[in-house]
């Protein structure tokens, strides 16, 4: 890792939410738009073909002044077997070369002439296999990596956006811990392994995911990435990977041998393949928005220039905080976020996409990937950071802002509004939320109940974060209180509320993700909030040491009444489907709040979901949130009520009991649910 990654990641986080700039009159800089006459090359055969009559390359770099191929024995040590000329095609701006042999077994890079030199050697920016560290290009048969049963394999079928609960994980974090009981620590194939548990007996890896119920798993980035030395993995050095180095082949540090380059390929197949087998979809998250490296960086080795933005003066933009931002609004770096996205989405059957600091692309870009992979398989969903970390010289009309979320079709974008209302915001650790007895957010959590669409009893001027429903739809919304980014919830909870016994802040947690897992829009967890997760007080934990960013299994059973009310919370949403409504006229329509004067009696809200929302089997479902640290009084309509959740206990299946209404006290950090 290069220090100036670190030290400009450290700012990442710090603004990764909310932040907004002053607009810029243009679109492209003065620097940037010399690049946009260039001609382009949309093909598939970019960089490596191998077929019968040989093996083909052909690489995209319009202006460089020649191009060869060099062809090793090694992923890694030795000089070139072979140095191919490239003969330049100008219509299409790309360089060509053929050998009538498949060169299965060895490995390659490409150089350019620039400025009159060779330049560095460089995989490309297209390379599928890679070899240790991702230094060269490998040349494999990508159908010998595919698992048993692979031409079957499919992920689950989403009807509606609403209908996905996204677990976001990281490989090192599910599986490092001793107490997971998993073989394969901190590798694809840790999700592969059935019967694991703590020493306790709790279910731990995948058998622990089947238990808790989620439809989805986010993985941190999976693509080849530049920290983590995977010639010395004994090192135990970890990494989140928001430092793209190859974006189409996985990480070797995830695979149990990263020197060849077709076993992280398999093995990661193997993973999506497990998960898939269990009903479990594998979403990625992917960082398209910048490189780890500037002028090392394969993007600028290839066709310097061209695939990032740049000032008028010729300097590297940053919209990233990590040194450098994409160009997706110039075609060549447009076409390869699709392609790579549906390269994921065809070879290693990915169900969605979480794009990283989204609004560093245009509109433009994310409409056509989020239409180019319904192509692909309708169920894919695609979501992202609807926010930049920087200014940017892409007008803010274009960015992918959560703001501009209307101009995407079938986007979605993280509610930084729920996250910062319920728990406090991100900046401030010690900063109380709605769930956690500060008042004055409850304007705030409704918009986030109602997943920031028009409603008649929203008033959006009071909003903390955003101003007006930018959301014309529920699918256009994910909802969350805590991801890896900032204080995991468990952290937050013992900074915000130091001082309360344990018992308040796991009453809180759960209130907190009640709210998240009954309101519209689609949840999101952070792995192992079921289990009081901490992570000892680092809210930036990127590269700190497994002992803080392992989940600890034995928490399972420390902590096992949590992990069951979140059971319950998932086994509520899934049976329910007026907590996944899929209009904002439905919403507007059946989702009604009850009058509560928030400056009288605050941290409480009320609302039912009337009429058999959505089709509900339920007539009328009652959902109260007191967030206050005192019980509060409701009056519940008189009626015959079913007790789903009360007192930090739930159950969809009315085993606590019933309520004839009247009035009803709410514990201290807790949610009523009843239903009839
Ligand atoms: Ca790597």
């Not at 238990?211 to 983590?228: F, Q």
């Not at 080795?301 to 994409?326: F, I, K, M, V």
């Not at 339920?618 to 079913?642: C, D, L, Y």
């Not at 009035?663 to 950090?669: E, H, L, Q, S």
Request: hydrophobic share 35%; charged share 25%.
């Amino acid at each position: 890792m290069k220090t100036s990654f670190i030290t400009t990641f450290m700012t990442l986080t710090v603004m990764a939410s909310g932040v907004s700039f002053a607009p810029v009159a243009f679109s492209q800089s003065k620097f940037d738009s010399q690049f946009v006459g260039y001609p382009t090359y949309s093909g598939d055969d970019l960089e490596l073909t191998v077929d019968n009559s040989g093996s083909h390359f052909r690489l995209w770099s319009p202006k460089a002044q020649d191009a060869r191929v060099n062809i090793y024995d090694n992923g890694h040590t030795g000089s070139p077997t072979k140095t191919l000329p490239m003969i330049f095609n100008k219509d299409n701006g790309t360089w060509t070369v053929s050998v009538p042999e498949k060169l299965y077994g060895k490995f390659y890079t490409f150089q350019i002439k620039w400025n009159g030199e060779w330049k560095d050697e460089t995989p490309g920016v297209w390379a599928k296999a890679v070899g240790v560290n991702g230094l060269r290009a490998a040349i494999i048969d990508l159908d010998k990596t595919d698992p048993e049963g692979w031409d079957k394999d499919h992920g689950p079928e989403v009807k509606n956006f609403s209908d996905v609960i996204v677990y976001e994980m990281h490989h090192r974090d599910m599986s490092m811990h001793p107490s997971s009981g998993i073989a394969n620590k901190g590798k694809f194939l840790a999700m592969t392994e059935k019967g694991t548990h703590s020493p306790s007996g709790q279910k731990t890896g995948i058998d622990h995911l089947k238990e808790l119920g989620v439809t989805h798993v986010h993985i941190l980035p999976s693509y080849d990435y530049n920290s983590v030395d995977e010639m010395n993995l004994q090192e135990n050095t970890y990494n989140w990977g928001y430092d793209p180095l190859n974006y189409n082949s996985p990480e070797g540090s995830y695979s149990t041998n990263p020197s060849d380059p077709a076993t992280r390929i398999r093995e990661m197949k193997e993973m999506v393949k497990a998960l898939h087998d269990a009903g479990i979809g594998v979403i990625m998250d992917v960082v398209y928005n910048h490189t780890a490296d500037n002028d090392n960086s394969n993007f600028e080795l290839t066709a310097p220039g061209y695939y990032h933005r740049h000032w008028d003066d010729g300097r590297y933009s940053d919209a990233s905080g990590c040194g450098n931002e994409t160009a997706s609004d110039l075609r060549q770096m447009q076409d390869f976020i699709i392609n790579s996205t549906k390269y994921w989405a065809d070879e290693y059957h990915i169900d969605g996409f979480r794009f990283d600091l989204m609004a560093i692309h245009d509109t433009e870009t994310m409409d056509k990937v989020a239409r180019e992979l319904k192509k692909i398989n309708p169920s894919i969903f695609v979501y992202g950071e609807g926010w930049t970390s920087g200014d940017s010289p892409l007008a803010p009309e274009r960015r992918a802002l959560k703001e501009n979320v209307g101009k995407m079709t079938d986007i979605a974008v993280f509610s930084d509004d729920i996250r910062d209302a319920v728990k406090g915001h991100y900046t401030d650790a010690a900063d109380r939320g709605f769930a956690t007895g500060k008042p004055g957010n409850e304007e705030t959590v409704k918009i986030g109940i109602v997943a920031a669409t028009p409603h008649p009893q929203v008033d959006y001027s009071k909003g903390n974060n955003s101003k007006f429903a930018y959301a014309s739809s529920p699918e256009m919304i994910v909802n969350y209180v805590s991801c890896h980014d900032d204080l995991c919830l468990t952290d937050k909870l013992h900074k915000s509320m130091e001082g309360e016994p344990e018992k308040n802040m796991l009453e809180a947690a759960k209130l907190a993700q009640t709210i998240v897992f009954t309101s519209q829009g689609t949840p999101f967890m952070f792995a192992g909030e079921e289990v009081f997760r901490d992570k000892k007080g680092i809210h930036n934990s990127y590269n700190k040491p497994d002992s803080i960013n392992a989940i600890d299994w034995e928490n399972k059973s420390k902590y096992r009444d949590q992990f069951d009310y979140y059971k319950g919370l998932i086994a509520l949403r899934k049976a329910h489907p007026a907590f996944r409504m899929t209009s904002a006229d439905d919403i507007a329509n059946h989702l009604v709040f009850d009058k509560i004067d928030s400056s009288k009696t605050p941290n409480l809200i009320s609302y039912s979901l009337k009429d058999h929302a959505n089709g509900d089997d339920w007539q009328e479902i009652k959902v109260v949130f007191n967030g206050a640290s005192k019980p509060q009084t409701v009056n519940i309509k008189k009626g015959n009520w079913m007790i789903v959740a009360k007192d930090g206990k739930i159950s969809p299946d009315a085993s606590l009991g019933s309520s004839k209404g009247g009035k009803i006290t709410v514990a201290p950090y807790s949610a009523l649910i009843l239903a009839k």
